[in-house]
């Protein structure tokens, strides 16, 4: 039974007593605020309009007030009858945000005190035939940690170490502070007789075409008075044929058992292949009675991450049913700052994206959840790995604390154990960088104490994880590895000499140092990083016009503005600044900022990413920092608030291609022509360079055999500059590279930084056709730089954007609104970095 309905919401004052009847099936809530559940108090009260909407403007410091109340949760639910002597009843909270007491019929029934929990009752002894009630009361966070010792390093916030809640909620340097409080997850009642199955688990031990090998353990729990139990286990095709069974007793509760699958389907990230689900349907049998069952969708699949390569060199690979893939992703964030609230449709869009960018992995960085079902259901079916870290994030946390300790521990049996059979799950991570950190704020005198957390991340979890999933590799940290933890000849690197202007290589012990200037902040500094897997870089862009209008005063809508300023929760906003000044030169207003800002983010992943590529012989990932945002600011995300794309979104559909053209160059040196080939199978024909002046005129064109190996990369070619230019200047260069056999997409390249570039004056022509949705763009005059398509309205997916055209070429681009709402193509409107905006004018 779920609990969703019918819950209703109030605050009080800490110390104030509510009254001694609050938890009672009689009190009187009707003046109470109804609430949705899974949910939070602040979308509860944004709801009813009992505060502004804190992602406008400066609102969010107005209901800062929120976490200083105590809140009460109440709803009732209807038995048919008194539970029997033989029934369990269950009252599950899949998510109580965060410390909380449980109330029934107005008996204390358990506290929690971990967001990431979630939290089992037995109340078959409090509840009854008739009206029943819970009721939940959850403490400001405050009343459970001022009288604790802070850590002396936790980014962001003092609070949090202690408070066993997704991190980001007191404020990252992509988010605001917005301390949530309520029931985040869903609340369910349970039935139970004799027995339940507690656990099911199911690994592939090996696995090829020809046949597969399952794992499955299987844990009952009995409660007294049980019969004798038995089980069988059927393993399900797409067809429901049952491809594998097994039946047995479970006398001790526990077993072990094998299935064989011959010719089994396996499970593949979308690239490779198809994601094949099978549905492993458990059943248990008390006395031959069906008492209990579970259904779930199971991947065969093998993923090992692969530490050293065939040559005995230290490597970071994840090789999926024996292939060696280059993880091509980003890093997720919670979907928005209040989490509980948040639909599943959003969960559905921001994943499709990423499909559509052409990645295979997206990693759940620590500093928020671990995320709700839905998340893994998506990538189980539409095949992307995940890599999931454990929620410690940039803090030192008091591992000396042995309360702290064991809730620390059943977050992470509760995690693992939800999680385990899903196909999708690649790798557990330790935490986000402190490994890394504590080294570099310890050799700077920051921190003096000892690494508090260490245990957690190098024996309790490693520990845990052996029993409950040995199937599954673990990584202490990220970064980790070598000599300091973000060692490029090691593991795991984040590379934050870009954007955040650290200064590598560094070794344990040094001073770290930062370096901020146009050349320590600049991308150009990727293809000095050699690193075995690059799971985080990345730089701001900012949001998309419309997103910022919609949150942003009018007239506080300018370049400059307090407001703007109070988007970007990062510090030292001179780093944007001073990346742009070296690419694109320093914007003077807001569309330029927009533009800007949007071009470097764009390019400068690209630049990063090809190079990445086309070492993949030794670098076998990149994921970007960060795939969404959590509220509408400025910041690393390749999609707004608004589910709106980036020009870094679009420009990632294209570099993440699996099959990719691409130019390795810098000025006055070798042009290098490159092919990389993610498929698994061999490539041969034509690749074409083709040099064009701003006019569109062709000046000079190349046309090269490739032969590719599968799963290979390959240079065709270097020449220098003038050999391809002929007489053309470098600045007035556009180079498209093209291979019309291959489903694979043009690259354009300019051979200078975008300030250098001499682009000549261009106009568009733009059309909208009412019956086929579709967009013709065109551009006349000149080569059209960053072609940017804007609609005024939220969630809008095009087949591309923030492209160039070349004078005279025409792009059809297929456009929708995602979330079935009309499409307001009456307001859109075409331009160009070189090209006024026009409006696009309508056809049938
Ligand atoms: C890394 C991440 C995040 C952060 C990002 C941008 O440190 O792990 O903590 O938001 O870089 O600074």
Redesign the pocket.
Known sequence: MLLSDNWRIQQYEVGEKPPLTIADADLDDRFWISASVPGDVHSTLIERKLIDHPYYGHNDINSRWVEQKEWWYRTRFQMDSDPTKQERWELIFEGLDTHATVYVNGLEIGTASNMHRTYVYDVSRVIRQGKNTIAVRFDPLYLHHRDKALMQWS?YTKERPWIRKAAMNYG???GPRIVTVGIWGKVRLERHVQAKLEGVYAYTKRCDNQEADIKVELEAKKYRGCGHLTYRARLLDENQQVVAQADDELLSGKVGFDLQVSQPQLWWTHDLGKPYLYQLETVLYADGVEIDRREQRIGIRTVELVLEDEHGQPAFAFHINGVKMFAKGS?W?PVDNLIGAAPDSRYKHLIMLGVEANMNMLRI???GIYEKDVFYDLCDELGLLVWQDFAF??ALFPDYNADFVENVRQEAICNIQRLRNHASLALWCGN??IDWLYDMKSSSGEITTPFYGETIYHDILPELLEQLDPARQYWPS?PYGGNDANDPNHGDR?N?QV??GSVYPRKFGEVPLLDYSVEGVTFKNYKNDFTLFSS?F?MHASATKYTLERHIPEDQFYWGSVEMAYRNK?TNHQKGILLMEGFTGVPQDLDEYIQFSMLTQAEGLKYGIEHYRRNKARTSGSLI??HGDSWPGT??SLIDYELLPKASYYYARKFYHPLLLSLNHEPGELLELWVINDHLSSLNGLVILEVYDMQGHSIHRMELHADVEANGVVKLGEWDEKQVLQDLPPEQAVLKLSAPAWECLDNVYYLRDAKDVQLRSSSIHASYNEETQQLLVQANDAVARMVQILIPQGNVRMSDNYFDLLPGEQRTIDIRQANGQVLEYQHITVSALNAEEVPATLTR
Do not use: K, L, R
Request: net charge negative; proline share 0%; aromatic share 28%.
């Open positions: 980014s990252w340097d992509w890093n964030i960085w620590a500093g994030a940039n986000n960088e990220s984040h934050w954007w955040h985080e990345g990062d920092w960060q910041s690393w």
